[in-house]
T-cell receptor
C-alpha cells in the first residue's frame, strides 16, 4: 500500500545535539511538507518542497533544515539552534492540483532534555 | 490574510447525540476549506473538503460540513455521535490553492460519553 513513513516514532536527544527525522513516501507525489504540532497550537508549517532539489521556508523555519535530493525523501534536521525542539513532527505529501489531498505520516515525537 | 478560528478547544457529547464543531475563517479570496481528523499519536486524515460547487459537503464516517459565505463559516456536523468519533478535529483554509499551504485552526478535541 502507498503511504508516508516517518521514523522513528519516538526520539530522545540531549540539548545541543542535532537530530534528523526521516520521511519517505511511495505515492509518487511531487510536494512534501513538514509541520510541527504543539498542544493547543494546531499545525505550523516548517518547510515545504514542491520539486526535487528545491524547498521553501514555512512560517517557523528557524532552527530547522531540510533537503530534497530524491522525490521520495524529505528529511528534516532539528538543529541545536532550535530553542524549543520538543514537539510532535508531521510529514505530509500531496500530488499536483488543489484537489489533491494532503497525506500525512504518523508523526515523530521528539523529546529534547 | 487568511485565518481560521475553531470555537471550543474541547467538546463533549453523549453517544447518539448531534456533533457540531464550529469553524470560522477569514479569507480575502474564495477559500478552499478542509476538515481533518487526528486520532491519538497519529497523523491527520482528510474528512472532507470544499473547493467550489455544492455548499453542503459530505465526508467520511458520516460527517458533513456546510460552507456559508455570508457567515464565513464551515461547521462540521454528524447527526449521531459514535464512540469511535472521539478524536481531535482540525479546520483548515488554503492560502494559495495548494493543499500544503494550509492555515490550520488550533483544533477541537471531541469526547464521546457512553
Amino acid at each position: 500500500d502507498g503511504g508516508i513513513t516517518q521514523s522513528p516514532k519516538y526520539l530522545f536527544r540531549k540539548e545541543g545535539q542535532n537530530v534528523t527525522l526521516s520521511c519517505e513516501q511511495n505515492l509518487n507525489h511531487d510536494a512534501m511538507y513538514w509541520y510541527r504540532q504543539d498542544p493547543g497550537q494546531g499545525l505550523r508549517l516548517i518547510y515545504y518542497s514542491q520539486i526535487v532539489n528545491d524547498f521553501q521556508k514555512g512560517d517557523i523555519a528557524e532552527g530547522y533544515s531540510v533537503s530534497r535530493e530524491k522525490k521520495e525523501s524529505f528529511p528534516l534536521t532539528v538543529t541545536s539552534a532550535q530553542k524549543n525542539p520538543t514537539a510532535f513532527y508531521l510529514c505530509a505529501s500531496a500530488g499536483t492540483g488543489y484537489n489533491s489531498p494532503l497525506h500525512f505520516g504518523n508523526g515523530t515525537r521528539l523529546t529534547v532534555t | 490574510a487568511q485565518s481560521v478560528t475553531q470555537l471550543g478547544s474541547h467538546v463533549s457529547v453523549s453517544e447518539g447525540a448531534l456533533v457540531l464543531l464550529r469553524c470560522n475563517y477569514s479569507s480575502s479570496v474564495p477559500p478552499y476549506l478542509f476538515w481533518y481528523v487526528q486520532y491519538p499519536n497519529q497523523g491527520l486524515q482528510l474528512l472532507l473538503k470544499y473547493t467550489t460547487g455544492a455548499t453542503l459537503v459530505k465526508g467520511i464516517n458520516g460527517f458533513e460540513a456546510e460552507f456559508k459565505k455570508s457567515e464565513t463559516s464551515f461547521h462540521l456536523t454528524k447527526p449521531s455521535a459514535h464512540m469511535s468519533d472521539a478524536a481531535e478535529y482540525f479546520c483548515a483554509v488554503s492560502v494559495g490553492g495548494s493543499q500544503g499551504n494550509l492555515i490550520f485552526g488550533k483544533g477541537t478535541k471531541l469526547s464521546v460519553k457512553p
